[in-house]
């Protein structure tokens, strides 16, 4: 069983920077598709970005330029840095395992979510 746990999540005015963290543990293997999605009070849940095993990384086209997708593959660890931020970028963001592309009907194990808020 894989367990994903989020960190880095607060509140910045927009213009901002903050970096979210999330540490897979139970993870036997560098196979899966890690990723961010994120849930707006209201809306659906939407894709971020995500990175294969290979590195290769997709980025929401919302994000594209502000955010930047990188994982430390021996720390199990993956890192999204989210910089220029905006007051719609304000949702719950939740770390997500599975397979390539990272959409929501591949994901196998999320995470409990953490909070990002950007005020005007």
């Known amino acids: 069983q894989v367990k994903l746990v989020e960190s880095g999540g607060g509140s910045v005015q927009a213009g901002g920077s903050l970096r979210l963290s999330c540490t897979a543990s139970?993870?036997?293997?560098?196979?899966?598709?890690m990723g961010w999605f994120r849930q707006a009070p209201g809306k659906e849940r939407e894709g971020v970005a995500h990175?294969?095993?290979?590195?290769?990384?997709r980025y929401a086209d919302s994000v594209k330029g502000r955010f930047t997708l990188s994982k430390d593959n021996a720390k199990h660890t993956l890192t999204l840095q989210m910089n220029n931020l905006k007051p719609e970028d304000s949702a719950t963001y939740y770390c997500?395992?599975?397979?390539?592309?990272?959409?929501?009907?591949?994901?196998?194990?999320w995470g409990q979510g953490t909070q990002v808020t950007v005020s005007s």
């Open positions: 990175i294969a095993s290979d590195g290769s990384t």
């Open positions: 997500a395992a599975g397979v390539w592309p990272l959409v929501e009907e591949h994901v196998r194990y």
């Open positions: 139970g993870y036997t293997g560098s196979g899966y598709c």
